[in-house]
C-alpha cells in the first residue's frame, strides 16, 4: 500500500542534526519543530500510553504528599532527575516506586483525572490508557474499588472535557502466570464498561510471550482486542509469537520489526498498525539514537504507523513532542502530520460515532490551516 505522507523538500542531513541523544542524556530528545502550533491545535487520538506512567510530575508530588515516606520525591524539581534511567530495568524499578504511592480509590481517581486533564491540554480527543490492574489489587486496593474509581474519572472526563477515554488492560509481565489470571479476571469478570482491549508489557527478555496464550484466548473470546507490546527490547521473534500465539491486532512498538523484511511485508499486507513510541525507545535504550530509530523504514515499508508517548512525563515527552519528533524523522508536512493523527483514529477500538466525528475534525482542522 502507497505511503499517506507528503515529503516536504528537506535535505536528509538535516534531520539527523541534533537528533542523537548522548548516553549521559537519553532523555534529551526534544526538537524544536516549524509545526509545533499546527500539531499542537490538531485534534489527536493516542493508543499506547500507560496509567501510571503517564503520572505528571504534578500528579505524583500530588500522591507522593498524601503518602509521607514514600521512596519517589513529593518535590515536583526533584522528580525530573529521579526520572533518569540508566535502563530498562531501572525504569521499570522507578516505575514500580510510583505505583507504590496509589493506595485507594481515591488516589486512583486523582491519576485517572488529571492524565485526562493533561490529555485534554495537548487536544487529545480520544485515548486509550493502557492500565495494569493487578499491580494495583497486588497492593490491596479492592478491584471493585478500582474499577469504580477509573470509570468515575472516565465518565468525568467525557462530561468534562470532552474527552472519550478506554481502558487496555494489561499482564505486567515481569509478574508471571498468577499477574496473568488476575489480569484477566479484572478483564472478564470485574469488566468494566470503558474496557476494549488486553495487553501484555514489562520486560520481554525472560518473558517469552507464548506462555500467555491461554490468557489471550480468553480475553479474545470475551470480545476483548489484543493489543501486546513486542519487538521493543527483543527481536522479530518476539513479534511473530504475538501475532501466532495472541492474535495481537496491533503491536506495541514492535521496533525490532525492521530487521526482518519478511515480518515488515506480513504487517503492511494485513495493515496491523504500529504503536511507536520514538522518544521512550532512546530513554529505554531499546534504539540508541533517534536517527536510528526504524520508523521511516516501516513507513517505506507501507506499515500503518501510529504516534505515541508510552510514559510521556517519565521520559520528559508529550504526545505533541512525539508528533515533531515523527514529522522529523519521517520529513513530512502538515498533511503528512495530519494523516498520523488520521492514522491513529483508523487503528483505535473507539466507538464508530467517534472515529467519525474525529477524523472530520482532523480533516476540517487541515483544511482550515491550509486554506489560512
Ligand atoms: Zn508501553
Known amino acids: 500500500m502507497p505511503s499517506p505522507f507528503q515529503r516536504t523538500d528537506k535535505r536528509t542531513d538535516e534531520l539527523t542534526d541534533g537528533l542523537t541523544a548522548p548516553l549521559t542524556a537519553p532523555m534529551t530528545t526534544t526538537v524544536s519543530s516549524p509545526y509545533a502550533g499546527f500539531i499542537a491545535g490538531l485534534p489527536k487520538a493516542e493508543l499506547h500510553v500507560h496509567h501510571v506512567?503517564?503520572?505528571?510530575?504534578?500528579?505524583?508530588?500530588?500522591?507522593?504528599?498524601?503518602?509521607?515516606?514514600?521512596?519517589?520525591?513529593?518535590?515536583?524539581?526533584?522528580?525530573?532527575?529521579?526520572?533518569?534511567?540508566?535502563?530498562?530495568?531501572?525504569?521499570?524499578t522507578v516505575y514500580l516506586s510510583v505505583v507504590d504511592l496509589i493506595k485507594d480509590g481515591e488516589d486512583v481517581r486523582t491519576l485517572t483525572y488529571g492524565i485526562a486533564e493533561n490529555m485534554h491540554a495537548l487536544n487529545v480527543r480520544y485515548a486509550e490508557l493502557t492500565v495494569s490492574p493487578h499491580s494495583h489489587l497486588d497492593r490491596g486496593i479492592?478491584?471493585?474499588?478500582?474499577?469504580?474509581a477509573i470509570e468515575d474519572a472516565r465518565l468525568a472526563a467525557e462530561r468534562d472535557l470532552g474527552l472519550v477515554l478506554r481502558w487496555c488492560f494489561d499482564i505486567p509481565g515481569e509478574d508471571g502466570l498468577r499477574a496473568a489470571d488476575i489480569t484477566l479476571d479484572a478483564a472478564t469478570r470485574l469488566a468494566p464498561a470503558g474496557l476494549v482491549s488486553f495487553g501484555l508489557g514489562g520486560p520481554e527478555i525472560g518473558v517469552p510471550r507464548p506462555q500467555f496464550k491461554p490468557h489471550f484466548d480468553a480475553a479474545r473470546g470475551a470480545g476483548l482486542h489484543s493489543v501486546p507490546h513486542a519487538g521493543e527490547t527483543t527481536g522479530p521473534g518476539t513479534i511473530w509469537d504475538a501475532l501466532n500465539d495472541l492474535g495481537a491486532e496491533r503491536i506495541g512498538h514492535g521496533t525490532s520489526a525492521a530487521q526482518d523484511p519478511e515480518l515488515l511485508a506480513h504487517l503492511a499486507a494485513h495493515q496491523i498498525p504500529l504503536e511507536v513510541c520514538p522518544t521512550s525507545n532512546i530513554a529505554t535504550r531499546a534504539v540508541a539514537t533517534l536517527a536510528e530509530h526504524p520508523l521511516a523504514d516501516f513507513v517505506a515499508a507501507g506499515c500503518l504507523v501510529t504516534i505515541n508517548s508510552d510514559d510521556p512525563p517519565m521520559f520528559a515527552t508529550d504526545l505533541n513532542q512525539e508528533y515533531a519528533v515523527a514529522a522529523e524523522l519521517l520529513d513530512l508536512d502538515e498533511t503528512g502530520?495530519?494523516?498520523?493523527?488520521?492514522?491513529?483514529?483508523?487503528?483505535?477500538?473507539?466507538?464508530?460515532?467517534?472515529?467519525?466525528?474525529?477524523?472530520?475534525?482532523?480533516?476540517?482542522?487541515?483544511?482550515?490551516?491550509l486554506a489560512g
Open 53 to 92: 506512567g503517564s503520572a505528571s510530575p504534578r500528579i505524583v508530588a500530588e500522591l507522593a504528599s498524601r503518602h509521607p515516606g514514600a521512596a519517589v520525591p513529593a518535590d515536583e524539581a526533584k522528580l525530573a532527575e529521579y526520572f533518569t534511567f540508566s535502563d530498562f530495568a531501572h525504569f521499570v
Open 337 to 369: 502530520i495530519a494523516a498520523l493523527a488520521r492514522n491513529a483514529v483508523g487503528a483505535s477500538f473507539a466507538p464508530d460515532d467517534v472515529k467519525v466525528s474525529l477524523t472530520g475534525e482532523i480533516d476540517s482542522y487541515l483544511a482550515r490551516h
Open 142 to 148: 479492592p478491584g471493585e474499588a478500582f474499577m469504580e
